[in-house]
Each structure stands twice: as structure tokens, then as C-alpha cells.
DNA sequence: GGAGGCGCTTAAAGCGCTTTAATGGTGCTG
DNA sequence: CAGCACCATTAAAGCGCTTTAAGCGCCTCC
């Protein structure tokens, strides 16, 4: 007794040992500990206390094998993205709303996007959710065949799989909207290079300029997506005998650059010229950065994503879906009144 | 057939449909598949062709419950972290190599330490890699009674659980002996508030200096990890009529700030101040604060980490270990020569 | 020619849980 | 008091894989 008592106590106790200690069957442990109605209220006490006594914890690949459903979704993500690791955030909760656990895959440099989603597949995940995902098109599609696909923050033409993503280009049109409206007119954009996301934001740089007949005010600077770009294409801006009041970029990054080499030029920002980046990345709420810039709700973005997951695997719908979610602008230090007489 | 087909291939096939289209038993295919000697080449190559032919993927979940050993180790990581990212890059290749998969499992806002580690102790893990865990060491200990656990880059004293780790105060020295061989002599330290961490990084300063004979010139301003309060440390620093030549911040963020009060008032860094940081994070390379910092090599943190589980769970040792890897000085752009007659 | 050995293969017993159909015990009705 | 409905409970059949011992044919050796 004493040494069994001792060996097992090495041993994970099983649901066994538990319906043992309770003196009732596994079916009915199993029931209790899953909170599924039936088991009378004397069962209940009694199960849940020889689980707590035996410190039982259920074994989730027994579980997982054994349930018809296994309510997990798989979700792939970029680990060195903040924007990511923001968005993970959210969509734990977002599941867990809705009674779904999350397997996470992520890309790496060793590890590419492709081997992400097989790990799971391979783990009983009933739909994924990718996040910037970078396969084709036609892969996306071919995937959604097997099960429930939604991409976030990626237009995916040649649909199939869902998309929930922000409006870039609205996002960059509030940017356009509120230095207008604190009087800025020669507004320039710095570009994030090629790509269909860049191009969504051009496009409501391009088009919100129109809107407010600043036509005549283009200025579309190039760039790409790191702060160098910025700071180059800053340079490029204030060379000229006419520069802009206010600069737009692309994303954070590039703002960073820009900020940096007007900071080193010892222009006064937002005294002289006003800066809007694009994120809301953790860089921009650096104090010291303070940027303005266009936030992706992604709570919101998430709870889209896993809703549409829900909706197809519990409500049955099988026609594609694409949410747009409008960004925020978020108005920090970098943005101020145009500066007078110019 | 035609029907059967149809109804079929919605189903994944499942090992025993590879055997029977290879014409073999399961436990054949079981051991073909995963390369354990025993089978003929004949039958290999049927099975390979018959797995090929159906495009089988074996279940993990399947798998992992009739495994003896799962082979599996499980990764606690605060995703918000850019160094968790960076590590976790890294642990996939190290655990890869002894033939060990990962689980992860993070830390959100709403998801603390202890969750994420529950949820891993239901996976099957075998032991447990714990990036900067926050929980009391006595709980490390519980849980290391458990399974093997190690801790990376945290000190856990009363020990028991293994932990890998940077020689932090070593950093720093480095960064003092770098610093005093550019002729900085009135070197200061910018504090990172309580904490084993930050104690240990003011530690490696103050011995540093001693070291060099310059005790004399000891200044540690308080500070925490954010950037705000370097830029509070920069100003408190340049308000005196002495200030130093050289500042040597807790942690890249309040490098930054500094940085930040430096640049606003004027002062030529590194002409006339150097600055160095500590964690190399992605912040430091951005190309407009190139940063010299002090980096935590995380490929060699992890490869020791996943070193130390497998001598536990296939070495047998049972010994506690602690290794201290020695960090890297990264130099950058933002440390010069002391300017001259100071 | 039979014992023994060797190389493949496989039947079968799980892994720890879920789920369904069946069991038995109640109290109620006619 | 037989008959019925109803509730709580459980036996048992899996989930898809791994693993072990046993089986089988064939060869070698005394």
C-alpha cells in the first residue's frame, strides 16, 4: 500500500483515478469536469472534490483525440512583429469568447509560413487564422479547401479564403483630413515601395488630397519601410526652396526617420512642420517619439477574424467574407497648426 | 467507388487507409514513417508511395497519446517582447537539433505566467523553458518537482530549476572598459530601478569603475526601464557644471531617451557625449540611433537551455545548474574618443 | 533432419479521454 | 399493482496512433 502509494503518486493522475477516489464512473468525471448537464448535484460535489484532492489535470491530447470537435483554431504569425504579438493578444480573447482554444504556429527565419501551417494542420485545428500572411493567392485558396481560412491585414484577391483587414486608405485619408483642418495645404507622402498594401495607402493619400482639391500639393516621395527611407526621403523634401508643411509616411518606421533628420536639422516639429506615421506601433508611444499616427484597432480586427472563423464553422456560412475595419487617427506631439505666412 | 470516393476524400486519411493501400499492417506503416529500422526496403518504398499517393499526415494528437515519450518541450514567452522573439527564433533551432519540438505557450495582458504554464503541463511536455519567468522562485521549485524546468535570463536563487543566463554585470564592465579605453574617464549610470536584473547591471558599473581606478567618478542617476526616464537622467546629468563625457544606460529604451534630451539640446553624440545601451534590441539598430549596446548572444542562451532539459530528460542528471554566458559588446555609432582638455 | 537463429511482419494491447446507448432505480399514473 | 416515463449513472466502443511480443518463413549448422 505504502509503496504503490508511492509510486503512484509519481504518475499524473487519470480521469480513472479520479472516478476511483469519487467512487463513480469516468463517464460521469467526465461530464462534471466539462460542466455538461446531467450528473446530479451530490455527483458534481463529489467528483470535483477528489479531482481537487488527486490535483487531477486533463490530459489535452487524450482529449483532444477523444472529442469530435476540437474547438481549436490555429493561428500563424510573424514572432519578431510587434504588430503580431499586439494582434495575439487580442485574438486570445476573441476566442475565448466564443469557446475556442488557439494553437500558435510562428515564422521565424529558419521557419517559413509553409511549415507553420502544417504544424497546424497536423495539430486538429479546425480553422486558421493568418495572420500577414505571404503565400500566393492560389495557395490561400487551395488551404481553404481543407478548412475555414481567414486572412488579417492582407487584401487577398481571387478569393476564397475571408479577410479582415483595415481601410489603409481611409486611414491615410483622416491623416490628409487633420492636417488640413489645422491648416497644413503642401502636404507630401513618403512611400512604403511596392507591394498592395503601400499601394492602398498612396491611393488615400492621392485621393483625400483631391477630395480637399489640394491636387495641385502631390508630392509622393519614395520610400520603403524602414526609417532610413525616411530620413532619406526628408532630406529629399527640405532640400527644396519650397518644402511641406507637413509630411505623411508610410509607416512608423519611415516616420522615425523623418522625424530624426528634421530633429537633427533643427527644425521645430510640429512647430514647423507636422509628421503622421502609420501603426500605432509601440515605437510611436515612445515618449520621446510621440507620434501622430493611424491605429489598426486590433481588437476589433481580431474580433472580425474570429468571428468569421465562428460563423463558418458554427453557422454554417459558406460564402467569402471580407471585413474592412476603419483605422483610428491617433493624434499625438507630432502634429500641430501649419505654421503662419506660408 | 465513385461515391465511396467522394465520401472518402473528405475524410483525412488515416494510417490505416495508407496500409491498406500499401497492402500492409499499420504497425508497419507506423514504423516506416518514422524512419525506424525494422521494415525491408521493399516495403518502404510501398509505404512511402501509398502515404504520398493519399497525402497522409500523421495526427499529432494521436501520436503524442500513444507515444511513450512526447519529445515535446514547452516555451513560456511574453509575446509583447521583442528579446522573447528573438529567442524563440532561436530555441526552434536549438531544440530542432536534439530532435525536440515546441510548444509555445504566452504571456499576454490577460493571460498570465501561471496559465501559460498550466497550459503546457496539459500538453504533454516533458520539461519546461521559461523566458524571463516572473513567478517567486519557490513556485520555479514546485514546479520543478514537476518536470525539468529551466529559467533563461533570470537569476532564481534557493534553486533547484535550472537557469541559463547573460553575465550581465560582465556587460556592463565591458561597456566601462570600452568606454575608459576611449579615454572616458567621468563615465555615468543610468539606474533600472529594483530588481535582481537591474542590481546586477549597476553592480558590473560600479566594480567596473573601481576596477579602473576611477571609484572617484562613480555617479548612478535612478531611472526604470522605460525611456522617459533616461531622458529625466540625461537632464538631471547635463544640469551640473561637471557632467560626464560618457553615460551608460540600465537598458537600450533609456538609452534611447537620453539620446532624445541630448539631440534636443544641441549636444554632438558621440563628439561630445557617448552613450551606450544593454540589450542590442531592434530599437538600437535602427540606422538613425545606432546604438552601441551590449548584446545577450540568445542563440547560445537557448542552445544552453535546451542543452541543459536534454542532460535531464535523456542524461539523467538530476544536479542543478546554473550557466552564465558572457554578453557582447556591440559597437556602434553612438561611442566616441573622450573630447579632448576635459 | 531437426534445432536454432535471423529478418520481417503483424496482431493486439494500450495511451487517457469522450460519447452514446443501455441500465437500473424512482415516483407517478391508471 | 402493473406500466410508464424520467432521471442519474455507467459500460463499452471508439479517437488514430505506437509499441511489444509473437508469428512466420527461411536459412544455417551440427
Known sequence: ????????????????????????????????????????????????DAAARLGYRPDRAASLLARRRSRLIGVVMDVRSTFHAQLVEDVHEAAEEHGYDLVLSTVTRTRDEGRAVETLLDSRCEALVLLGPEAPASRLSALDRQLPVVAVGRPVPSAGVDVVRAADDEGVGQAVDHLVGL????????????????????????????????????????????????????????????????????????????????????????????????DDSPLSRLAHVDLTTVSQDSGQLMRHAVAAVVERLDGGRTAHREVVVPPRLVVRGTTGPAPAGV
Request: glycine share 14%; aromatic share 4%.
Open 1 to 48: 500500500m505504502v509503496v504503490l502509494g508511492a509510486e503512484e503518486s509519481l504518475r499524473r493522475p487519470r480521469l480513472q483515478d479520479v472516478a476511483a477516489e469519487a467512487g463513480v464512473s469516468t463517464a460521469s468525471v467526465s461530464l462534471v469536469l466539462r460542466g455538461v448537464a446531467g450528473p446530479s448535484s451530490a455527483t458534481r460535489e463529489r467528483v470535483l
Open 183 to 278: 491648416g497644413h495645404r503642401r502636404i507630401a507622402y513618403v512611400d512604403g515601395g511596392p507591394g498592395v498594401i503601400p499601394a492602398g495607402r498612396r491611393r488615400g493619400y492621392q485621393r483625400a488630397m483631391r477630395r480637399h482639391r489640394l491636387g495641385g500639393h502631390l508630392q509622393v516621395v519614395a520610400g520603403d519601410h524602414g526609417e532610413e527611407s525616411g530620413a532619406r526621403a526628408a532630406r529629399e523634401l527640405f532640400a527644396s526652396d519650397l518644402p511641406p508643411t507637413a509630411v505623411i509616411t508610410y509607416n512608423d518606421r519611415s516616420a522615425v526617420g523623418v522625424l530624426d533628420t528634421l530633429l537633427r536639422g533643427g527644425v521645430d516639429v510640429p512647430g514647423a512642420v507636422s509628421v503622421v506615421g502609420y
